[in-house]
């Protein structure tokens, strides 16, 4: 299996809706991370799916009204225990509509706020390019998929945490593979440059921080995301799907900093500390 990045193909720009582009086969971007730590992970779950839900979250919102995107929900204080109540908020689903409460549509309106008053995040935002850009392609004939925030020159994120801090959003990076999820993106949109995030705090003030990722970090999820691809190719080639664990019995060890903690709590001083104490 080859580590080196992908080439960057020509862009295919496609113009599917958020459900067709969900019901479209494909690895994507989220993907990857679980593909690489267990190639039987990922194929479960792509073979069931998590139902969706409604479009109520914060996030949501916050994304569609900073991307300019249509957003199809009712304000509505309302807790709907009578059937009237029920029957009305059927309808509404009916046509498309989603409800919302008014507490949610302001504080995403203020992230809003926050993010296109802040002068890097808005100088991003305002060059040309595309929002929800969906991107596709084929690596040795098998189906790729991404949805982009915001494609220009470079792929942009736009993400909503509680903590916007460096070291919440690094976490946030490995625990959820965005680094990853940001190469595939951008080898299929055919863009070589390092990705941003723009990273709104969800409860107030709403505070904003755009980071970009360093040069070695980029390298590696480049690298990554070749061998992810590569990985995706092989199993579908001979229908195996492995599971990332150890096989038999597998000695396993405390992580590093852990041996620390541990020693200090053996060392005969620290007991004679607590009973002095």
Known sequence: MTTNPPSLPVPQMSDLTESEYRARPGLSGTQVKTLLDSPARYRWERENPRPRKAATTLGTIFHALVLGQPLDVNVD????RSKADKEWRETQHAAGLTIVKSDVMRAAEQ?????TTHQAAFDLLRESGKSEAVVTGEHRGYPLKGRIDRLTSRVIDLKSARDASPR???????EYGYALQLAH??????????????????????????????????????????????VYADCEDRDEWPSGLPEGITE????????DQLDERVNPDFYTEMEIG
């Open 185 to 230: 993106y951008s080898a299929l949109a055919g863009v070589d440059a390092a990705p941003v995030l723009i990273v709104c705090e969800n409860v107030a003030p709403y505070l904003v921080a755009v980071y970009e990722l360093d040069s070695l970090t980029w390298e590696l999820a480049k690298r990554a995301t070749a061998l992810a691809w590569d």
């Open 252 to 259: 396993l060890g405390l992580r590093p900093w852990a041996y």
């Open 111 to 115: 992230m809003t706020a926050a993010v």
């Open 77 to 80: 204080d309302r807790e709907f």
């Open 168 to 174: 919440s959003v690094s976490g946030a990076m490995d």
